[in-house]
């Protein structure tokens, strides 16, 4: 016969419940949930946003827990990054994934991360997202690699705001494609 407590401590890639960024008023701007026995509905997900917002915004420590819920967490400026796991999960590995997302975050908004922004660039923040974590189960960890998975082809970046490299790979690539034509 198994113990109800070892089949709740086996080992599982659905590591993360769930992930969310809250503004400085505990409002949602990006909140994803994994695990469908918990937190269900977008009325309980916001309860336990308006909760988990409570007892963080004033906080100086790195993790809770609650609701059955281990959550780390990281503010910046106007906004809160979580990422929440099983009540046995390993903190090191969540907290591995919020640093892994807030420095692709950072780096993507090149070091400018406040609400206006990443609103302003939502979807890219959402691909960066779905490169760490799918369906709960850790992608990568990594932020470079993430950053380098969804970043913005050189051809949609101003001219003003390209490094002397990018213009001259560009350049190289149109060269080469008229050559070739």
């Known amino acids: 016969m198994v113990n109800m407590d070892t089949q709740l401590l086996e080992a599982s890639l659905y590591t993360i419940k769930g992930i969310a960024i809250l503004d400085n008023d505990g409002h949602r701007l990006l909140a994803k ?16 946003e308006k909760n988990l917002f409570n007892k963080t915004h004033r906080a100086n420590a790195e993790i809770i827990m609650l609701e059955g819920l281990t959550c780390v967490y990281k503010s910046n400026v106007d906004l809160f990054f979580y990422v929440m796991g099983s009540s046995h999960e390993n903190e090191l590995i969540l907290m591995s994934v919020l640093n892994c997302l807030y ?12 609400k206006r922004n990443v609103l302003d660039n939502l979807d890219i923040v959402m691909l960066a997202l779905d490169e760490i974590c799918d369906g709960g189960i850790i992608q990568e960890a ?17 001219l003003g705001e390209q490094t002397v490299a990018q213009v001259f790979q560009s350049a190289k690539e149109q060269l080469k494609w008229s050559l070739l034509k």
């Open 33 to 48: 949930y994994y695990d469908p026995n918990i937190l269900s509905t977008v009325k309980d997900q916001k309860a336990f």
């Open 142 to 158: 990594d932020s470079s690699a993430v950053v380098q998975r969804v970043a913005l082809r050189v051809d949609d970046i101003p």
């Open 103 to 114: 420095d692709a975050i950072s780096q993507i908004l090149r070091k400018n991360v406040e």
